[in-house]
């Protein structure tokens, strides 16, 4: 069945730090890629999203690509800010409409 | 913008207990769900609602849950005999009607505690 695999947290960084949480998948057929992001006390949130190999998902200076060969859809962004502190989630959408969610990262930015 | 509404954020219940989760949905959305994460594991599907029916379910979703949306605005997970494996954060969401809108809306939990 559909997977994903996320990078244990928490991810703990220094403002202005470049980011990457990895995300591998499993999956038959071509899924849809997604990260959410959950703030604190907040429900998740859908960040970006990818439908299909090679695209490159974007929002608020967060990327990333889906890359088939390797099965990946790593979050990256060059320069993390306080505020960025959330627990991300990657998640994938097969056939069906029911998205399946990795465990989530925590990410925590230090000033 | 919109937002799911889940209540209570905390439920503290006692093995046996039932308990009902309560999520508003907002308004024009047609697909419902509810996900549960075990502390420290994956956010795991549960259930998804769609014409007053279930549409899929998971196979955790045994006979001990069963989902209402009484009034058509409420939507509800019950749980009739709490078990304490049944400790977790549960999340509702809902999503528009259109095919090509996958975009799901999510609470911000209910995190029940079955002692």
């Known amino acids: 069945g559909n997977s994903v695999t996320q990078m244990e947290g928490p991810v703990t960084l220094s403002e202005e730090a470049f980011l990457t949480i990895n995300c591998t998948y499993t999956?038959?057929?071509?899924?849809?890629l997604f990260w959410y992001v959950q703030y604190p006390g907040e429900g998740l949130q859908l960040l970006l999203k990818?439908?299909?190999?090679?695209d490159k998902g974007s929002n608020k200076g967060f990327e990333a690509t889906y890359r088939k060969e390797t099965t990946s859809f790593h979050l990256e962004k060059g320069s993390v800010q306080v505020s960025d502190s959330a627990v991300y989630f990657c998640a994938l959408r097969g056939g069906s409409y029911i998205p399946t969610f990795g465990r989530g990262t925590s990410l925590i930015v230090h000033p | 913008e919109p937002e799911v509404t889940q209540t209570p954020s905390h439920q503290v219940t006692q093995m046996g207990q039932e308990v009902i989760l309560r999520c508003v949905p907002i308004s024009n959305h047609l697909y419902f769900y509810w996900y549960r994460q075990i502390l420290g594991q994956k956010v795991e599907f549960l259930v998804s609602?769609?014409?007053?029916?279930?549409?899929?379910k998971s196979e955790i979703f045994d006979d001990q849950f069963s989902v209402e949306r009484p009034d058509g605005s409420n939507f509800t997970l019950k749980i009739r005999s709490t078990k304490l494996e049944d400790s977790a954060m549960y999340f509702c969401a809902s999503r528009e009607a259109s095919v090509t809108n996958e975009k799901l809306f999510f609470g911000s939990g209910t995190q029940l505690s079955v002692l």
């Open positions: 609602f769609y014409n007053n029916e279930i549409s899929e």
């Open positions: 999956a038959t057929g071509y899924p849809s």
């Open positions: 990818a439908t299909k190999a090679d």
